[in-house]
């Protein structure tokens, strides 16, 4: 059973390129849900995507957004890319009908410079 | 005041000993509560998950939750050298089965020492 998964693990940008972020869910599971997490700092809450819609938004600038394909799987796409931008971007699955307990992946390493 | 607060430690124990973790949360409604573990340079792994009152064991894990003083805690019993990671605390709010986001600390950095 495969877990969650995401590509790339590291990327470099230069500041204002645009970056996209790919996720796939643990198998059957429905719903996405994307974190950035600044060096020594918890994972703070980007946004929840369930039956390809934005169900839910954290304080993050619309720079940040996001898509869910059919197979549920799910983009991050960061504009203008800011110096504040490098951390490290976790997609974590779940499933709505299966209760609310969520899982990473392995995250994906974004340093701009 | 922040949402969920835990002690950033360093908490350093010797091998063998009872490592205890502590998080406190400010939304009263928040109704589910999750303990992920997080070894440096790789992402949250799920230790527990609690819900009502009470303790709640797993193995050498233990979590306590006292919702009337928003307080959940995580002890690690027999602590051992490869418990040497950073314990995220992470609240949820809302009604059970709601896919709602997860609120967390900023973590407690757990050494445990040979």
């Known amino acids: 059973d495969a877990g969650v998964t995401q590509s790339p693990t590291h990327l470099i940008k230069t500041r204002g390129q645009q970056v996209t972020l790919r996720c796939s869910p643990k198998s059957g599971h429905d719903t996405v849900s994307w974190y950035q997490q600044a060096l020594g700092q918890g994972p703070q809450f980007i946004f929840q995507?369930?039956?390809?819609?934005?169900?839910q938004r954290g304080n993050f600038p619309d720079r940040f957004s996001g898509h869910q394909f059919p197979n549920y799987s799910s983009e991050l796409n960061v504009n203008a890319l800011l110096l504040g931008d490098s951390a490290l971007y976790l997609c974590?699955?779940?499933?709505?009908?299966?209760?609310?307990?969520?899982?990473f992946g392995p995250g994906t390493r974004l340093l701009v410079l | 005041q922040k949402e969920v607060e835990q002690n950033s430690g360093p908490l350093s124990v010797p091998e063998g000993a009872i490592a205890s973790l502590n998080c406190t949360y400010s939304?009263?409604?928040?109704?589910?509560f999750f303990w992920y573990r997080q070894y440096s340079g790789k992402s949250p792994e799920l230790i527990m998950s609690i819900y009502s009152n009470g303790d709640k064991e797993d193995g050498r894990f233990t979590a306590q939750l006292n919702k009337a003083s928003q307080y959940v805690s995580l002890l690690i019993r027999d602590s051992q050298p490869s418990d040497s990671a950073t314990y995220l605390c992470?609240?949820?709010?809302?009604?059970?089965?709601?896919?709602?986001?997860?609120?967390f600390g900023s973590g407690t950095q757990l050494t445990v020492l040979p």
């Open positions: 974590a699955s779940s499933s709505l009908g299966a209760g609310e307990t969520q899982y």
């Open positions: 939304d009263r409604v928040s109704q589910s």
């Open positions: 995507y369930y039956e390809e819609e934005e169900r």
């Open positions: 992470a609240v949820k709010v809302g009604p059970s089965g709601s896919a709602r986001q997860l609120t």
